[in-house]
């Protein structure tokens, strides 16, 4: 089975640890929940595991081979796609177009980027948007945009990074349901960097938490919902709006 891995990942920020000997994996048609406290260190291995971000320590693997020092635009034609907390359009653009200057990037012919942008809104359910300006919509919307965008060229993996911050119930609920189906139809594996704990334990195969760069628990939906370890993690820094999000279904 195709993985994507960090091996022992550290990163030290002058001389302070970011992250420290982080293991994690994602498996193709995989969906893993990557959760923890702010300032955790999230963002950054998922920088690392997308070559934004070089590692003090270890190594990131794609299917057995060593990916460390690869730019991130390599890393995007090997198949590993991002979104960011940002949303990061070209807000002067269509929808269609930002899905097509993705396809024309990734080598495809103008044609070819095109047919696989009308293709990929139709996919995910925003065909509507295509003709808008990017810059336009709806902080809700961007985020679709930005995992249609993320799917052009079909990759082997997507890093989503906190994609339902800002939703209404509703609106998160259609997004699990997006990423089951990129997961199950297109068979990616999905790393979900996610605030919204239940989301994440409702969503994930698997999950890993971070807190002060290290992992403190991995495992299944069930242990991590149980783990006194997590909890507590999670109330030392936790606002009291922030605590019922560790309920399965909040």
Excluded at 27 to 46: D, E, H, M
Aim: charged share 20%.
């Amino acid at each position: 089975m195709s993985d994507l891995h960090a091996d022992k990942v550290s990163v030290a920020f002058a001389g302070l640890r970011a992250l420290s000997e982080v293991d994690l994996t994602v498996s193709s048609g995989q969906i893993v929940g990557l959760i923890g406290p702010n300032g955790a260190g999230k963002t950054t291995l998922v920088n690392v595991l997308t070559g934004f971000q070089t590692p003090t320590e270890g190594a990131v693997t794609l299917d057995g081979q060593r990916l460390s020092g690869l730019k991130p635009n390599l890393l995007r034609r090997r198949g590993i796609a991002r979104t960011f907390q940002g949303g990061r359009l070209f807000r002067d653009l269509p929808v269609i177009d930002n899905l097509e200057v993705t396809g024309v990037g990734l080598g495809q012919s103008r044609r070819a980027a095109i047919a696989e942008a009308e293709a990929m809104l139709e996919w995910v359910g925003i065909a509507p948007l295509a003709s808008r300006i990017a810059g336009t919509l709806p902080y809700t919307d961007e985020r679709r945009v930005a995992i249609g965008r993320a799917l052009m060229g079909r990759p082997k993996y997507l890093l989503l990074d906190e994609p339902a911050a800002g939703m209404s119930g509703q609106e998160a609920a259609d997004l699990s349901a997006l990423i089951r189906r990129i997961a199950g139809e297109m068979g990616c594996g999905v790393l979900l960097i996610e605030h919204n704990v239940g989301l994440v334990l409702n969503l994930c195969d698997h999950i890993v938490v971070l807190d002060s760069g290290a992992v403190i628990e991995t495992g299944p939906p069930a242990q991590i919902r149980d783990s006194e370890t997590v909890r507590h993690a999670y109330m030392g820094t936790a606002t009291d709006t922030d605590l019922p999000v560790l309920e399965v279904g909040a």
